[in-house]
Each structure stands twice: as C-alpha cells, then as structure tokens.
C-alpha cells in the first residue's frame, strides 16, 4: 500500500510563487517515477512534471523554465517550485508515483493563480 499526501498549494496572484510537496509512505521502491500532474475544470488530466530516482525529468512545455521540479529520494519527496505563475495554471495539481507497473496518486491541491 502506497499512501501520497500533498500540501502547499493556494491562492496566488499572477507572477507570484508557490511550492508544492509530496510525501509518499509505505511500500516505496528505490527504483520509481514521482512527480505531478494537473486538471483544470472541464479538461483531462496532464503531465506537469516528473522525475526518475536517477534524476532524469520531463516537464510540459508550457512549464519549462518557469517549474523547478526535485525530490528527496531518501525521504521519498518530490517537490515543485512553481515561479511566474499565469492564470491558465489554475488547476488541482496531483502528485504521481509510478513503480514497477503500479501507479499511485495524491488525494490533490488546489493551486488558483487570480489577481
């Protein structure tokens, strides 16, 4: 059993920052993916960003050099420093694991960027 509980997210006005955290508990293996995904209102589920436990990422492009992604391996973290944010960030953002063919997501945090 795999448990992914998230926090850091609110309200933000445009430009401004916010960091997310993750913190995964239970069966975690050293080998796995972590990382987040977003859903706006009336729209699918997208890749944020993610990174491997060797430290290879994948960011959207709409993120890139605005999103900072990291993880704690040791404490099984993965973090998302969220700089110059635009409205159109607005969305739940979900953390994600992935390991070994089974994936596993946060109950999800609120990020609403509004002036």
């Known amino acids: 059993q795999v448990q992914l509980v998230e926090s850091g997210g609110g309200l933000v006005q445009p430009g401004g920052s916010l960091r997310l955290s993750c913190a995964a508990s239970?069966?975690?293996?050293?080998?796995?993916?972590m990382g987040w995904f977003r859903q706006a209102p009336g729209k699918q589920r997208d890749l944020v960003a993610v990174?491997?436990?060797?430290?290879?990422?994948n960011y959207e492009g709409s993120v890139k050099g605005r999103f900072t992604i990291s993880r704690d391996n040791a404490k099984n973290t993965v973090f998302l420093q969220m700089d110059s944010l635009k409205p159109e960030d607005t969305a739940v953002y979900y953390c994600y694991l992935d390991q070994r063919g089974s994936t596993y997501w946060g109950q999800g945090t609120q990020v609403t960027v509004s002036s």
């Open positions: 990174m491997a436990t060797g430290g290879i990422t």
């Open positions: 239970g069966s975690i293996f050293s080998n796995n993916v």
